[in-house]
């Protein structure tokens, strides 16, 4: 029928042609990108491994602290009667820094010098027997003691003269004799008695001890009445003023020898096996940008703690402050010369592959890369020390600029810069 439906169609004669034409155009693109990815020959850029002084270092924080210092406080609450210094001066050994009001410290150590004095009279009294008045009676019953005794003897030879005679009868005698020994036992008992006790010696003792330690305390106080520098530094933090009134233990004043400080650093748990006494610290502050202080460490770490979220050892190291530069008490970052070579062989770190724990990197030779096994040293953040494997000769692969990575044996073909 000539209306009826029929499959064919101008538009469905020409998609054997669009068919063909797509086809052909993947052809071509694979084809390219073929040509592009094919390993045979790859661009790359390379170095020359360069003899030079190498350092592996560790950089942390830290903070400053002086080594030689001292910090006056407040023996008790008083007033602060005059300070004759000012914040950052430069003192000498004994120099009078500042004075605090010593009337209640000289009244104390009076009292406690009259409590000493007391309870060494009272220590003496009890070796001698007591007061003088207890003395006094002790030897009038001793006196009476002895006359009732020489008393008794004398009745006793009486009447056993009488007796002999038949004047005195035998009972007369007996109560004579037991006169004497009960004379006898008393005067043994006076001369034989205990003046005091062991206990009461120890407890007299022991309040002379407390009192001595009194004084001492207190001629103390008095003595830090008067502040004086225990050696030449400088007063770097002095927050006393005069008139102002101070609770005990509040800070006076600090001082410290400012040409030898330290600084106390912290180190991460995986890098304190690379430390060791001795070694080269550079110190930088932020307040002075670009100056730089050298120290050495003078201690290890003994154990690890907690900082933040930080694992960390700390270290000390001495540093050289001649110029009094560097400030007590600031935040500082450190960096540790762990390790020093000098005319040692060193590439890129960028240079050097790894695979399953062995070191490689590839050598150009004839426009091929070669992979060969190196040995390597010490590295910081971009160099890397190489023991062994290559020389300096050779040239190194270090990056591709190629869809195909660097791979032992393919070709290869230097460019200056990847674009």
């Excluded at 004669?13 to 052809?27: C, S």
């Excluded at 009001?101 to 409590?115: G, I, K, P, Q, V």
């Excluded at 004047?167 to 036992?185: G, K, S």
């Amino acid at each position: 029928m000539p209306n009826g439906t029929s499959n064919s169609s101008p538009g469905g004669e020409r998609r054997p042609w669009i068919t063909a034409l797509v086809i052909l155009l993947i052809t071509f693109l694979a084809a390219g990108a073929y040509v592009e990815l094919r390993p045979h020959r790859i661009r790359i850029s390379v170095v020359k491994p360069v003899r030079r002084s190498l350092s592996s270092s560790i950089t942390t924080n830290g903070k400053v602290e002086p080594i030689r210092a001292f910090e006056a406080h407040a023996p008790m609450a008083v007033t602060v009667r005059q300070v004759l210094i000012q914040e950052g001066a430069r003192v000498k050994a004994g120099q009078l820094l500042l004075v605090l009001d010593d009337t209640r410290a000289r009244s104390d150590l009076a009292a406690a010098e009259t409590r000493l004095k007391a309870a060494q009279s009272g220590y003496s009294n009890l070796i001698a027997g007591g007061s003088q008045q207890q003395v006094l009676f002790r030897q009038a019953d001793l006196q009476k003691a002895t006359t009732e005794r020489d008393s008794a003897q004398r009745q006793l030879a009486a009447l056993e003269r009488l007796q002999q005679r038949g004047a005195a009868t035998a009972d007369e005698v007996a109560a004579a004799r037991d006169r004497l020994a009960r004379a006898q036992a008393d005067l043994v008992q006076f001369q034989s008695q205990v003046r005091y006790t062991p206990q009461e010696q120890l407890r007299a003792q022991s309040e002379i001890a407390e009192a001595k330690a009194s004084v001492a305390v207190f001629q103390q106080v008095l003595a830090s009445s008067n502040v004086r520098a225990p050696f030449a530094g400088t007063v770097y933090f002095l927050p006393a003023r005069t008139g102002a009134f101070v609770n005990f233990g509040d800070l006076l004043l600090q001082e410290a020898d400012l040409s030898q400080l330290q600084v106390r650093a912290f180190v991460d748990e995986p890098e304190i096996g690379h430390l060791a006494l001795g070694q080269t610290v550079h110190i930088a502050w932020d307040a002075l940008p670009g100056r730089v202080w050298n120290g050495t460490v003078t201690s290890l770490p003994s154990t690890v703690v907690n900082r933040g979220s930080r694992v960390v050892g700390e270290i000390f190291c001495k540093v050289d402050n001649s110029e009094r530069l560097l400030l007590p008490n600031v935040n500082v970052s450190a960096t540790i010369v762990a390790n020093q070579r000098d005319n040692t062989l060193t590439i890129p770190r960028e240079a050097v592959r790894d695979d399953g724990g062995r070191n490689f990197v590839y050598v150009l030779q004839d426009s091929t890369l070669h992979r060969r096994d190196v040995k390597l040293g010490i590295s910081n953040l971009t160099l890397v020390e190489i023991l062994s494997g290559i020389s300096e000769n050779d040239v190194i692969g270090v990056q591709s600029f190629s869809p195909s990575p660097m791979s032992d044996g393919i070709e290869a073909k230097v460019i200056e810069s990847p674009s």
